[in-house]
């Protein structure tokens, strides 16, 4: 089946700091989402983007279909942006995702 | 916005013992979905469902786990005899008018098991 994989698997940030999150899939996909996990263990829709730049406030994401990647940047980030980040791609017919390891994201004050 | 919710938030549970998890998908919903996530571990899929049947499940969804849709609203994950290593947050989630489409996910129905 389809291997996710994200780097790096841990990143510790000083508040304002950017960062860029990867995501790495093994076979073309139709559809790529990343999700925030949040302390309390909510997972939060961030991006739909099969391939293509979106832009969400300080977030902002780039898939490239052709070269199986996904990137998910983090400007200014804040304590709130906390937690672990996913990325999933399709693994079945019916849409079921297929989720990386994450990344976990510690920002400090 | 609409969203997925699910109930309970948090269960605790002896083993052996059969555990119901409910979820309200977002109305206009056709695809629904559940997964699982063992503590500090990666979200895990579980079960698809459309067109009130099962359309796809993953080696973990044994004969233990069964899935239901009993109305128009409820789409339920049911556990007949737990175990120690059921213990996980359980995520139901739904998709609109097509597979492939954004997937929604539930706050997550965290399962003790003790």
């Known amino acids: 089946g389809i291997q996710v994989e994200q780097s790096p698997p841990d990143l510790i940030l000083q508040e304002g700091a950017n960062s860029t999150l990867r995501c790495n899939f093994s076979d073309s996909v139709n559809n790529l989402q990343w999700f925030h996990q949040n302390p309390w263990g909510q997972l939060i829709n961030l991006f739909y983007i099969p391939s293509g730049t979106k832009q969400n406030g300080r977030l902002s994401a780039t898939t490239v279909a052709t070269e199986r990647y996904s990137l998910l940047y983090i400007s200014s980030s804040q304590t709130t942006d906390s937690g672990v980040y996913f990325c999933?791609?399709?693994?079945?017919?019916?849409?079921?995702?297929?989720f990386g390891k994450g990344t976990k994201l510690s920002v400090k004050p | 916005e609409p969203e997925v919710t699910q109930t309970p938030s948090h269960q605790v549970t002896q083993m052996g013992q059969e555990v119901i998890l409910r979820c309200v998908p977002i109305?206009?919903?056709?695809?629904f979905y559940w997964y699982r996530q063992i503590l500090g571990q990666k979200v895990e899929f579980l079960v698809s469902?459309?067109?009130?049947?099962?359309?796809?499940k993953s080696e973990i969804f044994d004969d233990q786990f069964s899935v239901e849709r009993p109305d128009g609203s409820n789409f339920t994950l049911k556990i007949r005899s737990t175990k120690l290593e059921d213990s996980a947050m359980y995520f139901c989630?739904?998709?609109?008018?097509?597979?492939?489409?954004?997937?929604?996910f539930g706050e997550g129905s965290w399962l003790t098991v003790v």
């Open positions: 109305s206009n919903h056709l695809y």
């Open positions: 989630a739904s998709s609109g008018q097509t597979a492939g489409n954004t997937i929604y």
């Open positions: 999933a791609v399709p693994g079945g017919s019916q849409g079921n995702l297929i």
């Open positions: 469902f459309y067109n009130n049947e099962i359309s796809e």
